[in-house]
């Protein structure tokens, strides 16, 4: 068409305006169509009125609304010249965009010849390549790039193989014996349940909790899952977990300068070596410590915490040999505020829990340190020594009786068969456990995890269920 005005090739343009949604690109084709008709009537040299474009006939619901934004008001003026529009982002086809590329290619119709070179469009405008422009498969759609490997939060380090070599004679004792009765059976009979119920009042676990677990196990297994010896045996494990699991946080020793820790136990139950090993890991973690000797009564007691403060790097406060043991606990606190050390660790005589006297001069320490430092001490730590078996359960009784006791410190559990007891004093006490002794090295004082334990102690291979050793 002469001047570069081509009708198909507008109507074309509105079409596929008003398909897509892009009111502008519409609003262009018409001023340019309208401004090529007015230089073709001022090349004529008439007047004649200015001649519309008329668009296609089109679906109603295709061009509702979008016609009436890009055609501009009647006017029997000759209409300008004008610019052609910049191009945005907005007016860039969009993946997303509601068209598929198949429907593009239905409606758009096919690209006409081309213009002559006076009457293409103006380089500004960029090329439409409508009919040829290709909407990516839904698959292929642009996704935001990851801003890195997403690493999994670390668990936390399980080293139960450790834990196996110190219940090794528990494990080797009471748990074998009771892996032997369910190994090769098929059910359980009556005589085989009173056979289990022999086992753990034998094991150290104690009476009480012995007669409570038979008691769960009748009670909480039905008909067929009692005669199943594998049901019986899960059983017991979980609900081990379950009774040596407590609600209660973990020991922050951060929270107070200094965090004082009062231990208490009776003669033998490994207090100061206790002690000890614990001041070294928490030097390890690159906190300051302060030992107060307050064994006053023993003077090899004064001399071993010496030997560990000096093997450690901890300072040691001592008294007087059999002077108040108060008093040493006091001087320490104090010099422990006034050095800025972190944790103070306050030994104490060996009690006996059935010397009364002994015990309430057990409760004046709690009460000077608590005037050394207002909320002091932080935590009271009971430490009972596992081969003494079912008499530690009466020591724990008696102890937290008379003290405000936070922790139970259970030693010497490589030694003895009694392992046990760790359940019977953790179900009748409801005190947390935490730490447990299982050798004579520093890491072998190791922080208590309940299926830790219960998994390292009721291990199949040690209690013989799979082979009947």
């Known amino acids: 068409m002469e001047g570069g005005f081509n009708p198909d090739l507008i109507a074309a343009l509105i079409a596929v305006s008003c398909l897509t949604g892009f009111s502008g690109l519409a609003l262009y084709a018409i001023r340019r169509a309208k401004a090529a008709r007015h230089r073709q009537i001022e090349e004529a040299g008439t007047t004649l009125p200015v001649a519309r474009v008329k668009r296609p006939a089109l679906r109603p619901e295709d061009v509702e609304g979008a016609a009436a934004e890009a055609e501009p008001p009647a006017s029997d003026e000759p209409i300008e010249s004008a610019p052609a529009p910049e191009p945005s982002d907005a007016d860039q086809p969009s993946p997303a965009s509601g068209a598929s590329a198949t429907a593009l290619e239905l409606v758009a119709p096919a690209e006409p010849e081309p213009a002559p070179a006076e009457a293409r469009p103006p380089a500004a405008v960029p090329p439409l390549h409508l009919a040829t422009s290709v909407a990516p498969s839904p698959g292929a759609l642009p996704v935001d790039k990851p801003r890195g490997p997403v690493r999994p939060v670390p668990a936390r380090k399980r080293d139960i193989a450790a834990l196996v070599p110190g219940l090794e004679r528990t494990r080797s004792g009471w748990v074998k014996r009771l892996g032997q009765l369910f190994a090769g059976k098929k059910e359980l009979d009556p005589a085989l349940l009173d056979e289990i119920e022999k086992v753990l009042l034998t094991a150290d676990i104690g009476v009480r909790t012995s007669q409570k677990l038979l008691a769960e196990i009748r009670e909480s297994l039905d008909k067929k899952a009692i005669k199943d010896p594998a049901a019986v ?134 009460r000077v340190t608590g005037k050394a430092m207002e909320g002091a001490p932080h935590e009271t730590w009971l430490v009972i020594d596992a081969t003494s078996g079912q008499n530690a359960i009466a020591q724990a009784q008696v102890f937290t009786q008379t003290m405000s006791v936070t922790g139970i410190v259970l030693t010497k559990l490589d030694g003895t068969a009694k392992g046990g007891v760790i359940l019977g004093i953790a179900d009748q006490l409801r005190i947390p456990v935490r730490y447990i002794g299982v050798g004579e090295r520093v890491e072998d004082l190791r922080e208590f995890e309940a299926e830790d334990f219960v998994e390292a102690l009721f291990g199949e291979d040690a209690a013989g269920a799979e082979d009947g050793s």
């Open 233 to 366: 045996w899960g059983f017991l494990r979980r609900r081990s977990v379950e009774i040596l699991t407590m609600d209660a946080p973990a020991v922050d020793f951060s929270v107070a300068q200094p965090f004082v820790l009062l231990v208490i136990g009776v003669n033998g139950s490994g207090k100061t070596t206790t002690i000890g090993k614990l001041a070294s890991k928490l030097q390890s973690q690159g906190k300051t410590v302060l030992l107060a000797a307050g064994d006053t009564f023993r003077a090899a007691a004064t001399e071993q915490l010496e030997v560990w403060g000096a093997k450690v790097g901890a300072h040691v406060v001592r008294g007087k040999d059999g002077g108040d043991p108060s008093s040493v606990v006091f001087d320490g606190v104090k010099r422990a505020r006034a050095e800025g050390i972190d944790v103070v660790i306050a030994d104490t005589a060996g009690r006996l829990h059935t010397k009364t006297n002994l015990m309430e001069e057990l409760q004046k320490v709690r």
